[in-house]
């Protein structure tokens, strides 16, 4: 199946400090990138649709100047947390949809990324 | 709107034991229907789809789930759990392509399924 990768894996920052986090499908064009926060033992919020070429689309109660969603290529998405607090804490997915292939039904996930800001 | 509900929260089970993790959902136009695994600290990885024809959808690591759509149920199976299987399970749906409208994922609540020896 298609790959989604996601950078870092981790993170630890300081309050205050921004923090950006990458999401690549590596062997697909994806129009669509998603992101996604979970907390823990809970669901996948949805968080904002990255459109490659134009501006993200942001869930009601989203801070899109909090959480700044850049989509620049057809392979490549990224989320910046800027001025991170403690409460940003949190692990955050991306998805993506492959473009071109019939499977479009389908989005593949990343791993993940463990953000902890102290 | 769409929603997705899955009724069980845990579900504690024995190696080799039959399983059924349940989902409801609910929607006024057709949908496409899937279940995710996630393991600690990982991504999701897609188990099945149902997106049109038979009702009995089979995934990989031996899950199955059926399509109940007067009941509007996606209930996962397995018909015998290894350990391995313990994780986090999530029923989610999507518009349809015919539906059109906001193509995301709407995802369930999630069910932790924990098998033991």
């Known amino acids: 199946g298609a790959v989604v990768s996601q950078h870092p894996s981790w993170v630890i920052c300081k309050s205050g400090t921004s923090v950006k986090i990458e999401c690549r499908s590596l062997d697909f064009q994806a129009t669509t990138m998603f992101w996604y926060r979970q907390f823990p033992k809970q669901s996948l919020m949805l968080m904002a649709t990255?459109?490659?070429?134009?501006?993200?689309?942001?869930e009601q109660g989203v801070e899109k100047d909090k959480f700044l969603i850049n989509h620049a290529s057809l392979t490549l998405s990224t989320l910046t947390v800027t001025s991170a607090h403690p409460e940003d804490s949190s692990f955050y997915i991306c998805?993506?949809?492959?473009?071109?292939?019939?499977?479009?039904?389908?989005?593949?996930f990343g791993q993940g990324t463990r953000l902890t800001v102290v | 709107a769409q929603s997705v509900t899955q009724l069980d929260s845990q579900v504690p089970v024995f190696e080799e034991a039959p399983v059924e993790l349940r989902c409801n959902y609910s929607?006024?136009?057709?949908?496409?229907l899937f279940w995710y695994v996630q393991y600690p600290n990982q991504g999701l990885q897609l188990l099945l789809k149902?997106?049109?024809?038979?009702?009995l959808v089979k995934g990989i690591n031996g899950f199955e789930a059926e399509f109940n759509k007067s009941q509007t149920s996606f209930h996962l199976r397995k018909p015998s759990v290894h350990i391995s299987d313990t994780a986090e399970y999530f029923c989610a749906v999507r518009l349809n392509m015919f539906s059109g409208g906001y193509n995301k994922l709407i995802f369930g609540a999630g069910t932790r399924l924990a098998v033991h020896p």
């Open positions: 998805s993506a949809r492959d473009h071109h292939s019939l499977k479009n039904t389908e989005a593949f």
């Open positions: 990255s459109n490659e070429g134009s501006k993200a689309t942001y």
């Open positions: 929607s006024s136009v057709s949908v496409y």
């Open positions: 149902y997106l049109s024809g038979s009702t």
